[in-house]
């Protein structure tokens, strides 16, 4: 009789201790450990369904077989040290932030819309960009990407060049970008400025061509949600205008803070609804009230058409993340912004109906900012997982960020 099983890990490690079991098509772990589990079962089966994986075995004891140690489960590259147990229950795992996580009950009951949206999420977005990869029909909106002199390059290196006082300050330094399938864009800038930068996504469509034509020196296909990489990999993590696109984005800011050992920095749509003040709520409302009289949907929950919904970023919550891992410093900045179509290929400084509606467009929601009727339209938040450098925190200053040391846990022994 054939059995459904889930793995569990049991190690008194620490941070390795669940590095690649589920990546068994990316390592050959999968023939390390076959014909190693005992207790009478025969070889394990393997069913990979994207980041899960479900191992089925038969015949054996009723009991819970389990690899022996010393063998090739015990070692680091597969589990990082300790025992695997597997259970007839049956279950499929994730790997959450270095931990194990019941996701789903029995194998092939994924009927509940918690369960199965994740994975169908990111299977949406990982054909996101076969429309624009060389062979597509959005090949040209593609091409127009690279262009340096365009309304959408310039709107982007806007927000690019909020990263430019961490570049500064730590020269050299290795970055890893998430949701970077857009051609590497982020990883291209950061290298053009000196800083050694790895792109990843969940959709390396676009990425393998970039490294093809040598705009990249290399990637990697990573799900934000489960990093591959191990603690530390990093001095800092960036994810530009892709966090809202994640199915569960809390995993992704975790697993971020555990690959970077300096810091991550998230550039984002900001959450609006979130520590409004009277003005900023007033001029909501009335804003609000011409989009009703317009007959526009409210923006306060927003879809995208691939698929995702739109999850903006407060300050708060970033606080709150931070004060629960017991980190000490976090700074904050914001940068606006507006697209119109055609941006693509509108060239900069020739005037252009884009380039002016969108400068003209910048500039009200600068003005809208500086009299405090609203914040940024895009939250810039970097998370110190060290303390900042006092060069670092005067740089950030100057370039507008405001820096907030948070409180101590008092029940937290020095």
């Known amino acids: 009789m054939a059995r459904w099983a889930r793995l569990e890990l049991a190690t008194d490690g620490l941070e390795n201790r669940c590095s690649v079991l589920l990546s068994y098509h990316r390592v050959e772990a999968k023939t390390d450990i076959q014909g190693e589990i005992r207790s009478g079962c025969s070889t394990p089966e393997f069913c990979h369904h994207g980041q899960l994986t479900m191992v089925k075995w038969s015949g ?71 429309e624009f990869a060389s062979t597509g029909p959005k090949q040209k909106e593609a091409d127009a990407w690279l262009a340096n002199d365009t309304v959408y390059a310039w709107r982007h290196r806007r927000m690019y060049d909020c990263l430019l006082p961490l570049i500064e300050a730590a020269k050299g330094s290795d ?152 980190l000490k410093y976090v700074a904050f900045g914001g940068v606006n912004d507006h697209y119109l179509p055609g941006g693509e290929t509108a060239r900069i400084g020739e005037n252009t109906p884009q380039e002016k509606k969108t400068r003209r467009m910048i500039k009200l929601q600068d003005l809208a900012c500086r009299l405090g009727l609203k914040r940024p339209r895009a939250i810039v938040a970097v998370v110190f997982k060290e303390t900042p450098g006092q060069r670092l925190m005067e740089s950030l200053r100057k370039e507008g960020f405001e820096l907030r040391i948070l409180p101590d846990n008092p029940y937290l022994a020095p």
Not at 101 to 110: E, Q, T, Y
Not at 229 to 252: E, I, Q
Not at 318 to 325: D, H, P
Request: glycine share 10%; proline share 6%.
């Open 60 to 130: 054996g004891q009723a009991g819970t077989p389990s690899v022996p140690e010393g063998s090739a489960a015990n070692r680091p590259r597969i589990f990082g040290g300790g025992r695997a147990v597997a259970h007839p229950q049956g279950a499929c795992l994730r790997r959450q932030g270095g931990l194990f996580s019941r996701i789903m009950g029995p194998a092939g009951d994924d009927s509940g819309a918690q369960e199965g949206f994740p994975h169908k999420s990111q299977l949406l977005h990982e054909s996101h960009y076969a």
């Open 175 to 326: 970055w890893l970008t998430i949701g970077d399938g857009k051609i590497g864009s982020d990883a291209r800038y950061l290298i053009e400025h000196g800083c050694p930068a790895l792109p990843t996504d969940i959709s390396d469509i676009l990425l393998q061509e970039a490294k093809k034509n040598g705009l990249i020196p290399d990637y990697r296909k990573e799900n934000a949600e489960a990093l591959s990489f191990a603690d530390g990999s990093f001095d800092y993590v960036l994810c530009k205008n892709s966090y809202h696109h994640f199915p569960r984005p809390m995993l992704a800011f975790y697993e971020m803070l555990r690959v970077a050992r300096r810091a991550i920095v998230l550039i984002e749509p900001d959450d609006h609804y979130v520590n409004e003040k009277l003005a900023e709520l007033a001029f909501r409302r009335v804003k609000d009230l011409f989009r009703r009289l317009g007959r526009k949907e409210s923006q306060q929950h927003v879809f995208e058409p691939v698929g995702n919904y739109v999850y903006s970023l407060s300050r708060r919550e970033v606080e709150k993340a931070a004060l629960g891992l017991n």
